[in-house]
C-alpha cells in the first residue's frame, strides 16, 4: 500500500498563487506515474496533471496549461502543482494520486491510479 497527504492548500485572491505538495510513504518505489485531479462541488472529479515516474514528460489538461506546472522530487518522495494566475473556476478539492507507469497512455484517466490522497481544499476569491 501507498499514502499519499496532500498539503498547501487554502484560500487565495484571483490572480494569487498556491503551491500544493503530495508526500508519498508506504510501500512507495520511483516508478509511479504521479497525478492531481480535482473536484468542485457538484461535479465529478477531472484530471488536472500528470508527471512520468523519471519526471522528464508531463500531462496538463487544457484549463490549466500555462498556469499550472507539476514537478516531482523522488528523493523526498514529494510531487508538487505549482498553481499561478488562479481563477475562480479553480475552486475545487485537489487530489493527488498514484499508479504504475504501465498505465502511462490513460494519465488523464481515474482509472490509471490506484491511490489516492485525502484532498486539500482550494478556494479563489473573486
Known amino acids: 500500500q501507498v499514502q499519499l497527504v496532500e498539503s498547501g492548500g487554502g484560500l487565495v485572491q484571483a490572480g494569487g498563487s498556491l503551491r500544493l505538495s503530495c508526500a508519498a510513504s508506504?510501500?512507495?518505489?520511483?516508478?509511479?506515474?504521479m497525478g492531481w485531479f480535482r473536484q468542485a462541488p457538484e461535479k465529478e472529479r477531472e484530471f488536472v496533471a500528470a508527471i512520468w515516474w523519471s519526471g522528464g514528460t508531463s500531462v496538463y489538461a487544457d484549463s490549466v496549461k500555462g498556469r499550472f506546472t507539476i514537478s516531482r522530487d523522488n528523493a523526498k518522495a514529494t510531487v508538487y502543482l505549482q498553481m499561478n494566475s488562479l481563477k475562480p473556476e479553480d475552486t475545487a478539492v485537489y487530489y493527488c494520486a498514484a499508479g504504475p507507469s504501465t498505465r502511462w497512455f490513460f494519465v488523464t484517466q481515474r482509472t490509471a491510479y490506484d491511490y489516492w490522497g485525502q484532498g486539500t481544499p482550494v478556494t479563489v476569491s473573486s
Open positions: 508506504g510501500r512507495t518505489g520511483s516508478s509511479y506515474t
